[in-house]
Nanobody, 120 residues
Framework: QVQLVESGGGLVQPGGSLRLSCAASGSIFRIEAMGWYRQAPGKQRDLVATIISGGMTNYEDSVKGRFTISRDNAKNTVYLQMNNLKPEDTAVYYC??????????????WGQGTQVTVSS
């Protein structure tokens, strides 16, 4: 079993910054990809950014140039640096990881979510 623990959400004014972290632990052989998704009230959960084991990244168009995803493979941790935040970035942010376990099966795991609120 694998657990994802997120941290770093909160309330910030427009134009401000936050850094989210997500640490994976458990029966991990290799993490294939990690990413962040977000879900605003009444809306579906959408992709924000992903990063694969080789370091290639992918971003949703509205966050390009403002958000940066990175990972520390030694710590099994993914980060999301969010700059120039806007009210429309308000959502619950979820960490996702595609993990190959020590039993060599690959499963997608989700964190519990962390609230990000951008408001003056």
């Amino acid at each position: 079993q694998v657990q994802l623990v997120e941290s770093g959400g909160g309330l910030v004014q427009p134009g401000g910054s936050l850094r989210l972290s997500c640490a994976a632990s458990g029966s991990i052989f290799r993490i294939e990809a990690m990413g962040w998704y977000r879900q605003a009230p009444g809306k579906q959960r959408d992709l924000v950014a992903t990063i694969i084991s080789g370091g290639m990244t992918n971003y949703e168009d509205s966050v390009k140039g403002r958000f940066t995803i990175s990972r520390d493979n030694a710590k099994n941790t993914v980060y999301l640096q969010m700059n120039n935040l806007k009210p429309e970035d308000t959502a619950v942010y979820y960490c996702n990881a595609h993990v190959t376990s020590t039993a060599r099966s690959t499963v997608s795991y989700w964190g519990q979510g962390t609230q990000v609120t951008v408001s003056s």
